[in-house]
């Protein structure tokens, strides 16, 4: 149903990743220390080399691998792109396409034809997963146990084991790294605190920005090791910001899907409230705003009204806080995919995506009286389309 707008998303999210990683994880910086220096012949040598060896390490494991495939029932096998959003996600079986995935917690540890594109908290590449493209991640904490051909990464923590690998480049920003495997070209990587381990084994460059240089481990890196002094709240502040925003989408998705599953046709009356009732719900987002807190103030004078108090009080609170983004942002997009040809669907993800986008942007703008005034315009058009739309729903049940 969501297929060419998953598609698009996806390519939004990549877009996004590419450009996040490469702004802060490039190799065209100034060196400030080169411990060992290659010349280009070196380098190609050892490119030719490079490839050769990984080659031999994986030839069996390929061969072992194709004829497993040759044997895979129907059910092992996901002849598709495969899309999937939920809280606990886990592949393990071979698919014959991209996958799109977006939740919680990401486990891997079937084979991935082509590239995966992953939103998450936390993702988990076991030993036996494969990926045959390339990865790009974006997530709290990233643990590469498997086997990857690119790595596109922004992360809070990444870790690769002894049997992680990656076939050819790497580059990942994140507040902490940890490399115990394999990299089968050129590293780019931005971090606050950098470990490269014994086992871990670079065979082309090492180009890393942290805030001081690291001691490599000899023979570790095959090619030239440059560093770049990386500013103390840069990396911190672009992770902040890149998880912040992926948290708000990744709710507001789930708000979403629980509309879609459960309450279908709350989608249907809230566009119509969007685009008939809106002054209506922002006069009552006013007052299902402003009301709750002197009704509560008054319930906890009578002493025995307390318990109800903070009741409302915390029902108030989710409402204006953990729901009423979400509702603004599913509801103007929810309008919009069905104005605009070219989107589609009444309540098309694209276009909520990007209105998520646009208002959690619009609330990164560094003025607090801005940031307040339109959060509260925020919470006031939220509040007011959910009651308006579930007065509606109520109204016509009834009759």
């Not at 220390?33 to 031999?56: F, K, L, Q, R, Y």
């Not at 992953?118 to 086997?147: E, K, M, P, Q, R």
């Not at 240089?213 to 560093?227: F, H």
């Not at 940031?371 to 919470?379: D, E, Y």
Request: glycine share 6%; proline share 2%; charged share 15%.
């Amino acid at each position: 149903m969501f297929k060419k707008t998953q598609k698009m998303f996806a390519i939004i999210v990549l877009m996004f990743m590419i450009i996040a990683t490469t702004c802060y994880a490039t190799d065209d910086t100034a060196v400030v220390t080169s411990e060992t220096v290659t010349t280009p012949e070196e380098s190609a040598t050892t490119d030719t080399a490079t490839n050769e060896e990984i080659t031999d390490s994986t030839t069996e494991d390929e061969t072992t691998d194709s004829t497993v495939d040759e044997t895979l029932s129907s059910e092992d096998l996901h002849e598709d792109d495969l899309y999937q959003f939920g809280d606990e996600i886990s592949v393990a079986n071979l698919v014959d396409g991209n996958a799109y995935l977006m939740g919680r917690n990401v486990t891997i540890s079937g084979k991935i034809g082509g590239d995966l594109f992953v939103l998450a908290d936390t993702i988990t590449l076991t030993a036996d997963s494969y990926i045959y493209g390339n990865l790009f991640v974006c997530a709290n904490n990233i643990v590469i146990d498997g086997i990857v051909c690119d790595l596109y990464s922004i992360s809070s923590n990444l870790s690769m084991s002894e049997t992680g690998i990656v076939l050819r480049d790497m580059r990942a920003t994140s507040s902490s790294i940890t490399l115990n495997g394999s990299v089968g070209r050129n590293s780019h990587i931005s971090s606050d605190s950098l470990t490269v381990g014994e086992t871990a084994h670079i065979y082309g460059d090492l180009n890393y920005s942290s805030k001081e240089a690291i001691q490599v481990p000899s023979g570790s890196v095959d090619g030239s090791i440059n560093y770049t002094e990386l500013s103390e709240s840069t990396n911190t502040n672009v992770l902040s910001y890149i998880m912040n925003f992926v948290y708000t989408l990744i709710y507001t998705l789930a708000v979403l899907l629980i509309m879609i599953l459960l309450a279908p046709n709350f989608l249907k009356k809230l566009k119509d409230v969007v685009s008939k009732k809106s002054l209506i719900s922002f006069a009552v987002g006013i007052g299902v705003l402003v009301l709750p807190i002197p009704v509560s103030i008054l319930l906890m004078l009578t002493v025995i009204g307390t318990p109800i108090a903070f009741s409302i009080i915390a029902i108030w609170a989710f409402l204006v806080f953990g729901l009423s983004f979400a509702i603004t942002a599913i509801a103007l997009g929810n309008l919009i995919g069905s104005k605009v040809a070219i989107l589609g669907k009444a309540h098309n993800l694209l276009s909520i995506i990007l209105i998520t986008l646009v208002l959690w942007g619009l609330l990164q703008i560094p003025v607090f009286l801005v940031q307040f005034i339109l959060s509260t315009f925020i919470s006031i058009f939220g509040l007011g389309y959910l009651f308006v739309t579930a007065f509606l729903n109520r109204k016509k049940e009834e009759a």
